[in-house]
Structure formats: structure tokens, C-alpha cells
């Protein structure tokens, strides 16, 4: 049985459901025909051997075979009294299997096959009452039978009779113990032009679906990739998590034979589209195999670390937490260059200063700064990567050049805006052939901040999602899992903001960053000595180095642009009235240094180091600001 109950694994990361068990049997020779649902009396090993195919392709829920198992539909196989029979031994089989993984299990029901419009309201009841009997069947069993963890209505096309299927479901569950009381799942199917059969549309649906009752809500079938995506997106707003199980396009006859054409590989395009747009399930319907699932359960596992409560850490751990690789040494922070023995060492601060590529395609301006810091007492220059969304050139470049010719190291900002998770592993292993080995991990300003607007963000992984991919690497393994036959030696900061308005959550994401492999803390610029202190107060128990933001300021029109218009940036109103009354030019420069020394002095004495931006390329006001406090 899984450890956790169902609806708490899905709030904690996306889950993903199996695919087709029709296509699968008729693959093995079941014709269309005969009951699919009987096999779990007559043939048991076909049914077994699928279970067993989706989970080991990735699927966390396995749905039992019994779509079909209500006494209407097994009525038109003369199998009405095998119906308790039928449900049981599904539940079985899929327990069986799903329990050697820790998956759960779903107990599947699906419609009638009657259209209501047809049937006099009065024989509603009887309807009722065929769910009410298979619901029975799958949820009120002997204590030590095996038991469902959710049950799933789906493939409804008709509002009405998901409705009796719900009620019917319920008052079941009414009669359990609260120990074995399950969730249930409602997913409906919407025909070409996104309505059910009597005109609803998604986002009605979704709402008369959670007003019935279901736990989780989702569309299924009818239609492939796409167009699930655009009505699971439209069923979001009702307050219930989402589920998407698509059919692998529309089917094609051919030879005979009836084929679905959507690839596995346009599937994990699209899983991974639902699963940012927020859905929080997914799996395949109709024409699904287990290579399609097997494709989204890896869209599942690439996009988990985005989810902001923590989401997929289980999964990722999987293949980069606490495994090494054989013969792999892991290596310490005293072993990673200069920058890791000196915080370490945790006898001298550090001093990093950010020099960025000029636009133009000569780096000499730069080189020529870095030199100056080298030569000023700075210990490391770091290299932002497209700061504000900016087209420069790539900062490996700068950085390798700063290793070769100046003898430091170079921190190079890494984000995961612009590269899928291939291009990340690329360049990551490209730059750590080069010698690049520091690195700060960040998620990266969106394209619309900058000179190309309408450029196509990637974020396949956040910066939690990236650190747990480099700390794979520092382990021996690709983002797959793969032994990469040696591992990385990279050093991982990453940012905070002390000043964030949702703080708590700062905190948390700075947690889980520092879990998934950051060695170090590089925070915001903060202008409040108090502010900082909180912030240091409430990280001390990670043990981890933190680094202070200085920004020391030009202007008070740099300051208050500061604090209006720069996403995590606080600039307190007496700061800015000091910056407003030193006045501009070479005064207001001087106020805004004077403010960087102070608070520099107020934390050296709680902090590993400082990471300097010098305002507008000003790159001796750094050396001003450590003047006389570090050297």
C-alpha cells in the first residue's frame, strides 16, 4: 500500500496516472467484442502484464480494468452475475502490482453507454442503482481484501449521468468507516467543440462537478494532446485539483485496424504544458501506450521541483539526491577551488563583485575591470547571464576568459530561462570541461523585461529543479539517471531575498534550494541592518555561507527606481530621503556608499562574505565600499 493517502500526494507534486487498457488487451489479441473487463476472471495474466507495463514506464496510479464492469454494460455480455466477481478481482490484480512500487490504486467506473435522452427519467434509478452496485463492489470488501485508494468515474459524456454516478458513489461511501472512505475522481469527455453532450462547457462542468461532491475533477478521452490541454486549462477555476488523460490523437482504420498517431514525444510536450498551466494529473486514455506514459512521467519529474510547495522531491532524490554513483567522490566545499576553501576556512570575508558582458562583442572593457578588482583586493568576479533579460554574450565566455588570463575565479550565473533541460546539461558539462566550475543557480528574468519582449521563455526547471540536476551531476548521474561515469565538481550558490514580501515562502524555497544542493547564499541587496538580521536569524540553523547584496546607490532617482521597479528590492524611506538630500552627482555617489560601508559594517560579523554591484558600471565604487573593512 502507498505510504501516503492519495489527495496528499497530489497536492504535494503531479501525479501520473497509466494509459489505454483497451488498447493494450486488443494489442494482444482481445477483440473489441468481448468484454475487456471478464479478462480480470478469463485472463488474468493479460491484465497483470499491462499493470505491470505502465508501472514500470512511470505510472503512480493504476487503474483497475472494471471501466466497463456495471451491470448495464456487462448485461450486453450476458455477465451480470460475474459483477462483484469482475470488480474484485480488478481491484486484486492492480493491488497486486501497484503495491510493488508503493502506486496507487484506482478503482475505474465508467458510464452506462446509454443515452439518457432516451431513457424516462423514471428508469433513473435503475441507472443509479447499476453504480451504487459496482461502487459497492470495488469499496465494501473483507478486511483483508485488498482495497481501492480513489475511485475514478470517467469517460462521462453526459452531465446528467455523471451526476447520478456521484451521488451514487457517495452514499456508498456514506456507509464506510472513515478509515475507508477514498476520494473521488470525476473526468468527463467533451466533444470537437469543447462542450458535453447537453451544451455545457468546461468551466460549468468543472463547477457542478465540485458542488456534487468529486475530490478531483479532469477531462479524459474524445479528443488528443491539444485539445485536452485547452479544456483541462478551462476547468481550473473551481477550486479542485485537475486531471488530464488524453486519448493519442484521433483514430485512424488502417489495414483494418483502427491506430492512434500522437507520438509519445508530442505527448511530453503537451504533459508539460499541462502540467505548468496547473493540472495536477495526467495519463492517457484512449491509444496510450506505456512508452506515452513513460514520456509524461518524465515531463512529471522535470517540471516536480517547480511546483512551490516542495513538489517532486521525491522524485527528483530519485535520480540526484542521496545516491552516488560507483566510484564517485563527492566533493566537499573545502575541495571546490579557491571560493570553497576560503568559506570553509571561515577566517577572512569573501569579496564578489558582478561584472557583466558588455553588449558589443569586445569583452576587454570588462577583463580590463576585473583586473582592477583582482588588483583592488576582490576575491571572485561573478558573471550575470542575460541580467534583466538582456542579449549579451554568453558568460561562460567571460568567465573562462577571467580563469585563463587573471588568474581568479569567476562565478557564472546560470538560469533556466533560455535552455531546455538538454541545452542545460550541455552547457553545464561543456563549461565544466573549461574549467567553469562556480556557479550561482537562478530561475532567471522572464524575456518580456527585456530587449526582445516576444523571445520564447524555456523554464523547463526552476532554480530548485536546477540545483537538484547539478547536484545529480555532482554525484555521477545525468537528469535520467544514467551514470555519467564520473561526476562534476561544481559549486552551487543560489539567491534569497531577505526583504521578500511573502517571506515565509522565501524561507521555504530557500530550504528546499539548500536540500537540493546550494552550497551557498547570495541575498538581494538589503538596505535594513534589521531586516538582515531577522533573515540571518531565521537560515542560521541551515549552516550554510551567506553572502550579503550590496548595491551601493548613484542617485536618489536610482533609488527610488530601486525600490518601485525591481522585483525583490526594498529601499527603506529614510535611505532614500538621505539619497533625495546628498543630492546628485559625485555626492549622491558618496551618500551611497557611505550607506553600503555602514551596513557592510552592521553584518560582517554574521555573514561569510559580500556580493557588490556597482551601480552603471562603476566598478571602483566597490573598492570604495571595502575600503578599510576587509583589506
Known sequence: MPARKFLDALRDAPLVFDGAMGTMLYERGVLYTQSFDALCLSREDLVRAVHIEYLKAGAQVLQTNTFGANRVRLATHNLEKDLAAINRAGVRIARDVADTKGAFVAGCMGPTGLLLKTVPKAEYARLTEAFREQAEALLIVEDEAPRVDLITLETFRQTEEIH???????????????????????????DTFGTMADGLAPAEVAKRLAEWGADVIGVNCADGPAGVYETSKQMLGAGLPVIAQPNAGLPHRVDGRFAYMATPDYFLVYARRMLKAG???????????????????????????TMDDGAGEAEAHETTGARIAEGVRVIPLSEKGRIGEKLAAKKELLISVEVNPPAGLSLEKALDAAKMLRDG?????????????????????????????????????????????????????????????NLVVITGDPPKMGDFPDATAVYDLDSIGLLRLVNGLNRGFDPGGKPLGGATRFLCATGAEPAAHDYEREIKRLRQKIEAGADMVMTQPVYDPAVLERFLGDVADLNVPVLVGILPLASHKNAEFLHNEVPGMSVPLAI??????????????????????????????????????????RYELALRVIEGIVR
Open 164 to 190: 447520478l454516478a456521484l451521488d451514487a458513489v457517495r452514499a456508498v461511501m456514506a456507509t464506510l468507516p472513515a478509515e475507508h472512505r477514498v476520494p473521488v475522481v470525476a473526468s468527463v469527455s467533451f
Open 279 to 305: 493540472v495536477r494529473a495526467i495519463g492517457g486514455c484512449c491509444g496510450t501506450t506505456p512508452e506515452h506514459i513513460r514520456q509524461m512521467a518524465a515531463s512529471a519529474r522535470m517540471l516536480a521541483a
Open 377 to 437: 583586493g576582490v576575491d571572485v568576479i561573478n558573471v550575470a547571464d542575460g541580467a534583466r533579460a538582456t542579449a549579451r554574450m554568453g558568460n561562460f565566455v567571460l568567465c573562462h576568459r577571467i580563469q585563463q588570463e587573471l588568474g581568479m575565479p569567476a562565478l557564472m550565473h546560470l538560469t533556466t530561462r533560455d535552455r531546455n533541460v538538454l541545452g542545460l546539461v550541455a552547457h553545464l558539462l561543456g563549461c565544466h570541461e573549461l574549467g567553469v566550475h
Open 576 to 617: 532614500r530621503e538621505r539619497m533625495r538630500k546628498a543630492g546628485p552627482g559625485e555626492a549622491g555617489r558618496r551618500e551611497g556608499i557611505a550607506i553600503a560601508r555602514e551596513m557592510l559594517e552592521a553584518v560582517k560579523d554574521r555573514v561569510r562574505g559580500a556580493y557588490i554591484m556597482p551601480p552603471l558600471g
